[in-house]
């Protein structure tokens, strides 16, 4: 059994309904309105358990889904697009695709701004100016504006993952380790 079908498939119904939902904000002229949902929907599904129980149970009943939805909707003051279609995943029974949805989402207005995301991963936490001098050097290097997605990985040692697009760069104590102990294999 192929085990990324399922992951895919959600991404699949997430950017069907994402370029449905884009193309209406953009043409309502509420993109900004779309991102500050955007910001504020992944913030909750962040620190949420009970959301992220809400959307991926098949325990709760459509109704149950659409009447927690539209009171988070409210609560939140989401756009009315943005509750619209958090309505229409509960009644077709699809919030399970509501983070990648946000991803695709996410994905679609920083390609509208001409910015592109950089995944970040370092040993320790980067400074403010680091985090600038990155995005300067990521800029340079792929000719847009570069929004750092970091994180921390205490097991890296030292050095950065840097992810954009479909490339990475390796520059961790991790891997240099990983490949010297390899070689050290290889010779005996």
Do not use: C, H, W
């Amino acid at each position: 059994m192929d085990v990324s079908e399922p992951a895919s498939i959600s991404t699949g119904i997430a950017s069907r309904y994402a370029s449905a939902v884009f193309d209406i904000a953009k043409e309502g002229n509420g993109l900004a309105a779309l991102e500050s949902d955007i910001d504020a929907l992944a913030a909750a599904l962040d620190s949420s358990e009970d959301l992220r129980a809400l959307i991926g149970s098949p325990i709760y009943s459509r109704d149950q889904q659409a009447g927690a939805v539209s009171a988070l909707a409210k609560k939140m003051e989401l756009s009315e697009t943005m509750n619209s279609t958090l309505a229409l995943l509960a009644q077709k029974r699809r919030l399970f695709v509501l983070p990648q949805l946000l991803e695709v989402l996410r994905a679609r207005l920083a390609e509208e701004k001409g910015e592109i995301t950089a995944d970040v991963v370092s040993a320790k936490a980067l400074t403010k100016g680091q985090t600038d001098k990155l995005s300067q050097t990521l800029k340079a290097k792929v000719g847009k504006d570069v929004n750092i997605n970091a994180t921390v990985d205490a097991s890296l040692i030292g050095g950065l993952i840097v992810k954009v697009g479909s490339k990475m760069i390796d520059t961790s104590i991790r891997s240099k380790l990983s490949a010297l102990q390899n070689t050290m294999k290889e010779v005996g």
